[in-house]
């Protein structure tokens, strides 16, 4: 069986990391697998190729903003590297990731896959497909509505721009390219339960068959680590975690960092530690048991960090998944956060309080229950392990690919 992966990334963020693996599980079962990546370094790895040079993206992203064009059109020439590669290589199978950072044509990908009857899976790791649109939808519904969107309250997170509100184009010409696929030909993978019910609300996707995969966590990094200790001043009685891709105090940033600090006010006697890539904020303007770790330095310095908390706090206000749930449950570690769509849907419940959106009375009662109630860490891991091991979303994803390879052979 020959397969294409085409992702933005290709081992780096999330997303790429699970091309990554996968690419690595497809070649060492004796599949054939290419990898087409849009963003980030050229790989010098055999069967991987980037499709768009980083000068396009930025000219791609330069006409979005400023004069209006579609965020998920243009991007003729990458468009046609990889269709070029497509009709080259014969796969049996081509699998879609997280295709968006202005490098493809995506509308025009997806009907050339449909109507030319290339078998097809498609996996949802945020929400832009299904939308038409929005990376996350929130509360919004009008890309559920059968004439789709339209006078568009979130443009510029929506579209990519403010200048005008093409949205409903969009979402026309993303349905098309659903719309091309033979039901029998292509198969929806969402990142969680709670994505599987949002495609089956789209007018766009729900069509197709839809199955849930969770995403995999390396297990052998991600485990329990007896004795872990977090080494900082000060005397605390616990240490909450929380991990993030930016921290900033803007009340509308989606991560929730504002409300750390408010935690942190509410339990002067607990610690928060906060790991984050990218940081807008100086350790001066908070309150002294707020500790800026930083970036993690690598994966294993980030279990050893979730092995050595007492809780982890996931603040996002909407999340597809939520890959530090999964990895803090692997570490031993309980999970406390808002309802947010993924995290809730796919943590373990015994293990995991989540409550509604901006509640922080219910999220500090809720440290406080999981810190006196002393859960076993090894007991979290032996369940974590079992859900999110890597092993597992690769046997799911090959299981996938045999079934449609196998269909009308």
Same mark, same amino acid.
């Given at each position: ?164 509100? /093409? ?39 729900? /069509? ?90 690598? /994966? ?110």
């Amino acid at each position: 069986m020959k397969v294409i992966q085409v992702n933005c990334m290709y081992k780096r963020g999330s997303t790429g990391k699970i091309v990554f693996d996968l690419h690595n599980e497809l070649l060492s079962k004796g599949y054939h697998d290419l990898v087409y990546y849009g963003r980030g370094a050229s790989s010098q790895s055999d069967n991987v190729r980037k499709f768009c040079y980083e000068i396009e993206a930025h000219i791609h992203h330069f006409f979005v903003k400023y004069c209006g064009i579609l965020r998920y059109g243009g991007n003729f020439i990458s468009t046609y590297r990889v269709i070029k590669a497509i009709e080259e290589q014969k796969p049996d199978i081509v699998h879609i990731h997280c295709i968006n950072c202005y490098c493809i044509n995506i509308y025009r990908l997806l009907y050339y896959l449909g109507s030319n009857g290339i078998k097809t899976v498609i996996t949802h790791h945020a929400e832009f497909l299904y939308t038409g649109n929005c990376p996350h939808a929130y509360n919004c519904n009008k890309w559920q509505k059968p004439n789709g969107c339209f006078d568009c309250n979130n443009l510029e997170e929506a579209t990519g721009t403010k200048i005008i509100d /093409r949205s409903h184009i969009s979402w026309l010409k993303m349905k098309k390219a659903f719309d091309s696929f033979q039901e029998d030909k292509c198969i929806n993978v969402a990142v969680s339960p709670w994505v599987k019910s949002r495609i089956k609300l789209s007018v766009i996707a729900k /069509r197709l068959n839809c199955v849930v995969v969770n995403n995999g966590v390396d297990t052998d990094i991600f485990k329990y680590k007896p004795g872990g200790k977090l080494h900082f001043e000060g005397d605390y009685d616990a240490t909450i975690l929380h991990v993030t891709s930016s921290f900033s105090l803007d009340r509308k940033d989606p991560k929730g960092g504002w409300m750390i600090v408010q935690l942190a006010n509410m339990l002067p006697n607990i610690r928060f530690v906060v790991v984050c890539l990218n940081n807008q904020v100086k350790e001066d303007e908070l309150p002294i048991n707020i500790h800026l770790w930083g970036a993690a330095k690598n /994966r294993e310095e980030l279990a050893s960090l979730y092995s050595a908390a007492n809780v982890t706090l996931v603040l996002s206000k909407r999340e597809t998944y939520s890959m530090v749930t999964a990895e803090s449950l692997c570490c031993g570690t309980p999970v406390v956060g808002f309802l947010a769509g993924g995290p809730e849907s796919i943590a373990i419940e015994k293990f995991s309080t989540f409550v509604e959106y901006g509640d922080l009375n219910a999220i500090k009662e809720s440290i406080c229950k999981i810190i006196i109630a002393n859960i076993q860490k090894a007991d979290v891991e032996r369940e974590a392990k079992k859900i999110y091991a890597n092993s597992t979303m690769l046997s799911n994803y090959l299981s996938i690919y045999n079934s449609l390879y196998k269909a009308e052979q």
